[in-house]
């Protein structure tokens, strides 16, 4: 069964960097499309960064070009978001995902508050 957990949530101060990481059991992180969403309280959880292995492509929302990364090692079947320049409105819960047949599966989530 597959099963993912979030790590690396902080409190930070604007401007600092952060890298979460998601650890994927269960699975080979090579074969299957992953990323990471992020939700504020009372709003909808918005896509931020994604590597699709269909598409051999990366994605990241404009709201985060140039300031976060996706990373994967599929050795330690871990992905990472290193995040830099942190903003107030950076301020989330992060989910990790993975796309297996069809199916969304998801973390639990790790909290990242960035103070101003």
């Known amino acids: 069964q597959q099963r993912l957990v979030e790590s690396g949530g902080a409190l930070v101060h604007s401007g600092d960097s952060l890298r979460l990481s998601c650890l994927y059991s269960g699975l080979t992180l090579d074969y299957y499309d992953i990323g990471w969403f992020r939700q504020v309280p009372g709003k909808e959880r918005e896509g931020v960064s994604s590597?699709?292995?269909?598409?051999?492509?990366?994605y990241h929302a404009d709201s985060v070009k140039g300031r976060f990364a996706i990373s994967r090692d599929s050795a330690n079947n871990m992905v990472y978001l290193q995040m830099n320049s942190l903003k107030p409105e950076d301020t989330a819960v992060y989910y990790c995902?993975?796309?297996?047949?069809?199916?969304?599966?998801w973390g639990k989530g790790t909290l990242v508050t960035v103070s101003s």
């Open positions: 995902y993975v796309d297996l047949s069809g199916s969304r599966h």
């Open positions: 590597i699709s292995v269909s598409r051999g492509m990366t």
